[in-house]
């Protein structure tokens, strides 16, 4: 009865497929399909519609799954690039730190010589921090719920995961973005297919070099 309540909106709307998450009490939220079709009487008057309602509550599990592995491969691939994009701002702290010992060691260590090591040491920590919150996200289980995001943000991060490896192999990502774009949609499913995409035209920029 909530399904078929559910339906008349789109219905009403002219939309005849409507996906519907439906709460059960005591139960995980089912996933539903809901297909409708006009109904008519004998006397070929409309008369509501034909309701059909296919449960893709195990579809969904399974297609999350398969995402989750996906990606987890993905991060796997990406380690060697991710550990290179990581010891930059590693090496940057270590010798920005160096730098201001021996300072203090020589007397030559002043106010200004201080504050723009420590400077650097804060922009390489938040470039580390970057990195490692973009592969976090990146290997979160995506939900499935959709809400506004920007799409240069996603696409930011995307190629931050991918750079490095694609740098590695000699190939160079360009990004043109518009920061202002927002979309309706889920980030992380979107991110795991960009990253897919840019690694497919990746794997045949490489196979078009050795052919």
Do not use: C
């Not at 219905?11 to 996933?31: A, M, N, T």
């Not at 995402?67 to 090496?91: D, I, R, V």
């Not at 290997?139 to 809400?147: K, L, S």
């Amino acid at each position: 009865f909530r399904s078929r309540k559910r339906a008349e909106q789109p219905f009403e709307q002219g939309q005849f497929v409507h996906e519907h998450g439906l709460q059960v009490q005591g139960r995980p939220p089912l996933s539903l399909l809901l297909a409708m079709s006009s109904r008519k009487n004998d006397n070929g008057e409309e008369a509501g519609f034909w309701l059909l309602v296919t449960d893709l509550t195990k579809q969904k599990e399974i297609d999350s799954q398969l995402l989750q592995t996906s990606k987890l491969a993905m991060l796997g691939e990406m380690s060697t690039g991710m550990a290179h994009e990581l010891n930059q701002p590693l090496n940057i702290i270590k010798l920005a730190a160096n730098n201001i010992i021996n300072s203090i060691k020589k007397g030559r260590a002043n106010d200004e010589t201080i504050t723009n090591r420590i400077q650097r040491i804060y922009s390489a920590v938040d470039r580390a921090a970057t990195i490692i919150d973009h592969m976090r996200a990146f290997g979160r289980v995506a939900g499935e719920d959709f809400a506004p995001f920007s799409v240069s943000s996603s696409i930011a991060a995307a190629s931050d995961l991918v750079y490095e490896p694609m740098k590695a192999n000699g190939i160079t990502l360009v990004t043109d973005l518009n920061p202002q774009a927002l979309v309706l949609g889920n980030t992380s499913q979107f991110e795991q297919v960009l990253s897919n995409m840019i690694n497919n035209a990746r794997d045949a920029i490489l196979a078009n070099e050795t052919s």
